[in-house]
Structures are given as C-alpha cells and as structure tokens.
C-alpha cells in the first residue's frame, strides 16, 4: 500500500451557523467512511507564498485550499475514496497524488 496526498481545490464557506454544522458532519461522516485508510485529516491551507528557483518570492500559491493523506492500493482505489470528498459538492475539486518515499 502506498500514501496518497489529497489536495482540495477550491469550494466555498458556508455562510450560516447552520450549512457549517451541516458541511462539518459531510467531512465527519466522510472521514468515518474511509477508516483506516486515514493517514493524516490534514487540515486547510491558508495564505501562501511561492518561492522560484531564482530566489523570488511571490504571494499567492497553486490555489490548494487544504490536504489529507490516505492510504490506498493504487491510485486508482484513493481516486475512489477522493469522490466521496464533500469538498466536490460545494464545488471545489480534488487532486489525487501517490506519494513517493524518498527519505
């Protein structure tokens, strides 16, 4: 089995108290589903920088609003899991990356 980086992409906060709890119990509910397949919730990104091969700085990122890691067969089988991801019903979208251990 191999590690999978999730990358979230887009989507949109809720605007009452109300579609927060209920965006909250989607990821709950999700992240249950998926079980031992959790390697790390992950948590959101806030602001970003990016740093150039040259050494400049530029505010701003590849637009990931958030990450998980899972654990997975394949890509193929973490794809799988990555559409169930709440995320793709507030219209945000999921990047799916296998892991390679290097260290």
């Known amino acids: 089995m191999a590690n999978y980086l999730l990358a979230y992409k887009g ?3 809720a605007s009452s108290d109300k579609e927060r709890a209920e965006q ?4 709950g509910k999700w992240f249950g589903g998926l079980g031992a397949a959790v390697v790390d919730g992950g948590n959101p990104c806030g602001t970003s920088k990016t740093v150039a091969k040259d ?4 505010d701003g990122g590849s637009g990931i609003t958030g990450y998980s890691v899972l654990k997975a067969e394949s890509l193929e089988a973490a794809v799988k899991l990555a559409k169930g991801c709440p995320l793709l019903k507030a ?4 990047e799916v990356y296998e892991t390679i251990n290097a260290m």
């Open 11 to 13: 989507g949109g906060m």
């Open 24 to 27: 909250m119990a989607a990821w």
């Open 55 to 58: 050494g400049n700085v530029k």
């Open 91 to 94: 219209g945000g979208s999921v």
